[in-house]
């Protein structure tokens, strides 16, 4: 059942204690992926922006509470989140390209 805008929903805190946890989780995730980075190389920038996607999802989601939004707020979240996306999507070809040179010059 879809809650409306102007309902008011009260999260547990406990709820927010594992989201949180989950935040730190993979922030040590990112940092553990960055200290393995030599052996991750072209993936690693791929690796860092899903972790990043998610943590972003998860501090959109219930930090922010539009996971009780109305679909419309939700809709121009993910548009916003779409372009962000891309642009990862596009600095990730701007890496991959720069590896490709390097290894061919």
Do not use: C
């Not at 030599?38 to 999802?57: D, N, T, W």
């Not at 998860?58 to 509470?65: C, D, I, N, R, T």
């Not at 993910?78 to 720069?98: E, K, N, Q, V």
């Amino acid at each position: 059942m879809a809650q409306h805008h102007d309902e008011n929903h009260i999260t547990p805190l406990n709820t927010y204690l594992k989201v949180a946890g989950g935040l730190f989780l993979l922030t040590f995730l990112t940092i553990g992926a960055h200290a393995i980075r030599e052996h991750l190389q072209p993936f690693s920038a791929l690796i860092a922006f899903a972790i990043a996607g998610v943590k972003a999802y998860l501090v959109m989601a219930w930090f922010m509470h539009l996971k009780y939004d109305t679909v419309s707020n939700r809709i121009i979240f993910a548009t916003g989140f779409f372009f962000l996306a891309l642009l990862f999507a596009i600095s990730s070809l701007d890496i991959f390209t720069r590896i490709y040179q390097g290894s061919v010059l």
